[in-house]
């Protein structure tokens, strides 16, 4: 039989570990006292406070969170009726741990609330600091961000009081995420740093990974994603040192491949932009070997993001995380458009949307929404699928856009909210609803929900769609001065000329895009309809007419 003594001599120590953040002694009593931790079980005073601190323990990486769920099963109904309060509270708190691996937030914070509710009658403060921080993280999960700063800012007040700078310091890292959703970049900085610096000499290396990561995060909504990609890769490396196989390696892996995805639509628009400009004359032609060279360096970030794709696939599949593995299938859809390859795309943002909805992840299921409307929106503007009414193509995104709106809005997440209202209002301004008023609507409401972040980086959906309105604004203008008779220096056949540019792409969106059927609807021939698209790019080219090959010989 284990003495009661040294389990509690195991429980002080491994409290005192957590305080300091000293993770690898933890790790090595852990280890070392296997035997007593094999007997754990209600036979023994104590032992629910001691499984309260192991949950503690495997959310650090030790063990996995079946050693938990096994203690627990054994603290039936009849037996914890008969606990002392403190125990009982000890049990509650592993159960919200339990819920908080298995992604069941709302149940977790249940446990969690019920813990703090009892402090005054169960006082164990340490515990009580880390049920606070873990509310926070499941209620920041949920996208509640100003109740998760509120309870985080309390656990780190706790850990102070404590005298445990090096716990408030970690729980400070988490406080600095939610003050960056909330747009106040330089406080969380500033308590990054501070963090940083208390922390620097501890081996709580999933804490200085967590660091770097915001400091990575923060640098990729600044257009900076050179530095963000090596914040990632740094955090990689140290969350690896923690386990090569840590959640977060994975989570940082997908952040990469976010910086990566952005630093490779730059070198695509500039590769697209200056092959246009050589075609149009604009531009001397450079060695042909740049171009090349340029193209190569794009194919092989492409491949090395795919690489990290499988990479945090795995790890997150072996730790059964659906908004991990969701985030991965949103990201491998996103590098799929940008290759135009549309099918794989929308398996795997319909693949995500199905594990968001499994555990009414809100913020997943916006995210797969937006991804899904993009790809609609992307078949309906290039007119793929020609068998398909693409009227069919722009509807579909104007429901997903709706729907990922009505979504996002059931979180703080206002970047996400954003989004949402970005392509509800470039749907809204595309050729086959032509609704401006209702796109200015949407970019407005996006914009005031980004004001707060300033301009450094601003969104290409966004630039994209005030574009769309403005060129919308413009024919609107030059119709109203035709109106009143104001066409300039203009012939009459020359006004005839772009009143039907204007005019016959709007026709060919509402007819099917059928050329035949524009045709008649307007008594124009269909050789004008087709310049008048191909010169609007609507409409491609036809083949140039080749001779057969010869037969002679």
């Known amino acids: 039989m284990v003495d009661a003594a040294v389990q509690h001599e195991i429980v002080l120590r491994l409290r005192e570990c957590l305080a300091q953040r000293r993770i690898q002694l933890g790790f090595e009593i852990l280890a070392e006292n296997r035997a007593v931790l094999g007997s754990v079980g209600v036979e023994f005073p104590g032992s629910a406070e001691l499984i309260g601190y192991l949950a503690q323990w495997v959310d650090e990486g030790f063990s996995s969170p079946e050693l938990i769920e096994t203690f627990l099963a054994s603290f039936a109904t009849d037996v914890r009726v008969q606990l002392p309060l403190i125990e009982y509270v000890h049990l509650r708190f592993s159960e919200g741990a339990l819920a908080m691996w298995r992604e069941d937030y709302e149940c977790a914070i249940r446990h969690f609330r019920f813990v703090t509710s009892v402090q005054e009658e169960a006082p164990d403060n340490e515990l009580i600091a880390v049920c606070h921080f873990w509310m926070g993280r499941c209620l920041r999960k949920i996208g509640h961000y100003d109740e998760a700063l509120t309870v985080t800012t ?8 404590l005298g445990y700078s090096r716990m408030a310091a970690m729980m ?8 960056f959703q909330k747009a106040k970049t330089a406080d969380a900085l500033r308590i990054l740093k501070g963090a940083e610096s208390d922390l620097a000499d501890s081996d709580d290396f999933v804490a200085l990974g967590n660091i770097e990561s915001a400091y990575g995060r923060i640098a990729r909504r600044q257009g900076q994603c050179d530095r963000a990609i090596a914040h990632f890769k740094s955090a990689i490396a140290l969350y690896s040192r923690h386990d090569p196989d840590h959640r977060s390696v994975a989570r940082s892996l997908v952040n990469l491949v976010v910086a990566q995805r952005q630093t490779g639509l730059q070198l695509q628009r500039k590769l697209d932009s200056d092959l246009l400009r050589r075609k149009s004359g604009k531009l001397c032609a450079d060695p042909k070997s740049h171009g090349i060279q340029q193209r190569a360096a794009l194919e092989a970030m492409r491949q090395e993001a795919r690489q990290a794709l499988d990479r945090a696939d795995s790890i997150y599949r072996g730790a059964a995380n659906h908004r991990g593995l969701g985030a991965v299938h949103v990201m491998r859809g996103f590098l799929n458009v940008d290759v135009g390859r549309l099918d794989a795309a929308m398996e795997d943002a319909s693949a995500a949307f199905r594990l968001a909805e499994e555990k009414s992840d809100h913020i997943l299921m916006a995210r797969a929404r937006i991804l899904q409307c993009m790809i609609e929106s992307t078949r309906f503007e290039e007119g793929i699928e020609d068998t398909i009414d693409p009227g069919t193509h722009a509807q579909r995104a104007c429901d997903l856009a709706r729907e990922a709106l009505a979504i ?14 970005v392509w509800q209002g470039l749907i809204w301004a595309n050729r086959y609803f ?13 914009s005031a929900l980004l004001r707060p972040e300033g301009q450094p980086y601003i969104w290409e959906d966004l630039r994209r769609l005030r574009n769309e309105i403005v060129g919308n604004t413009q024919v609107d203008t030059v119709l109203r001065e035709w109106s009143q008779g104001l066409i300039g220096d203009r012939t009459f056949q020359q006004v005839n000329e772009e009143f039907a540019a204007i005019i016959i792409p709007r026709v060919w969106e509402r007819e099917s895009r059928k050329v035949s059927r524009v045709a008649a609807k307007l008594s124009v021939s269909p050789k004008k309809v087709r ?19 010869s037969r002679s010989g």
């Not at 400070?172 to 003050?179: I, K, N, S, T, Y």
């Open 408 to 421: 996002a809005q059931l979180t703080e997440n206002r970047r996400l909210v954003a989004r949402a209202y």
């Open 531 to 549: 310049r008048i698209l191909q010169a609007a790019g609507l409409l491609r080219s036809s083949p140039p007419v080749t001779a057969p090959p």
């Open 172 to 179: 400070r890292v988490g406080e600095a995420w939610l003050l």
């Open 434 to 446: 032509n609704d401006i008023d209702a796109a200015r609507r949407c970019c407005d409401e996006a």
């Open 154 to 161: 309390r656990a780190r007040d706790m850990a102070m009081s």
